[in-house]
């Protein structure tokens, strides 16, 4: 399975980005997907997730501001992410979970794709 980021980029202070993650493959068995950001030297962060339910989950730092959802190929998935601020400026990494025949789950990374945000 391959994870391809897109959407990234340079945006101000107060402004709006969409991140696109399409996953190529084996996706018939995906299960999560989501969001994670990482700085420099820093370890990565979970920003959502979205089960293939479209159940959602968020970290603090980013609800009311960020919304996680999947196309209806269910191998898509997006981050609207309005009302930027400084600190959300990362290197933003999609995951796919995917189910294994033993029932256990594999995850599978993006390369990432960079946000910066203006003050």
């Known amino acids: 399975v391959q994870l391809v980021e897109s959407g990234g980029g340079l945006v101000q202070a107060g402004g709006s980005l969409r991140l696109s993650c399409v996953a190529s493959?084996?996706?018939?068995?995906?299960?999560?997907m989501g969001w994670y950001r990482q700085l420099p030297g820093k370890q990565r962060d979970l920003v959502a997730s979205?089960?293939?339910?479209?159940?959602?989950n968020y970290a603090d730092s980013v609800k009311g501001r960020f919304i996680i959802s999947r196309g209806n190929a269910k191998n898509t998935m997006y981050l609207q992410m309005n009302s930027l601020k400084p600190e959300d400026a990362a290197v933003y990494h999609c995951y796919a979970n995917l189910w294994l025949p033993s029932r256990s789950q594999s995850r599978y990374w993006g390369q990432g794709t960079q946000v910066t945000v203006s003050s």
């Open positions: 493959g084996s996706t018939f068995n995906i299960n999560t």
């Open positions: 979205i089960t293939s339910g479209g159940s959602t």
